[in-house]
């Protein structure tokens, strides 16, 4: 299974930013829907936002103003960039991609290791 490789969190101040990266370890015929998951302490996982092959973005109510997901197809990257923080925030975030490896294989889904991310003072 393909892994996805995260990077970009950390620990910010309350009203703070952070920006997230995440993908691909090797390289991929294509990749489809991605985005961004977390899952606090003693809490299940979300979704956190979701982004289209061809870019239309999907977000939890609960980050709707604050997060912006975008990703560079060239790349094979999708960002989380999350402003105005909240310790309500903190949690690891995990990405995922549904992706295809090559053209002959059929399209499966990875998910990341995870990053952390705190928000408090």
């Known amino acids: 299974q393909v892994q996805l490789v995260e990077s970009g969190g950390g620990l910010v101040q309350p009203g703070g930013s952070l920006r997230l990266s995440c993908a691909p370890s090797?390289?991929?015929?294509?990749?489809?829907?991605m985005g961004w998951h977390r899952q606090a302490a003693g809490k299940e996982r979300e979704l956190v936002a979701t982004i289209t092959s061809s870019g239309s973005p999907n977000y939890a109510d609960s980050v709707k103003g604050r997060f912006t997901i975008s990703r560079d197809n060239a790349k094979n990257t999708v960002y989380l960039q999350m402003n105005s923080l909240e310790p309500e925030d903190t949690a690891v975030y995990y990405c995922?991609?549904?992706?295809?490896?090559?053209?002959?294989?059929?399209?499966?889904?990875?998910w990341g290791q995870g990053t952390q991310v705190t928000v408090s003072s």
């Open positions: 090797g390289s991929i015929f294509r990749v489809y829907a």
């Open positions: 995922n991609a549904a992706l295809q490896r090559t053209f002959r294989t059929s399209p499966e889904t990875s």
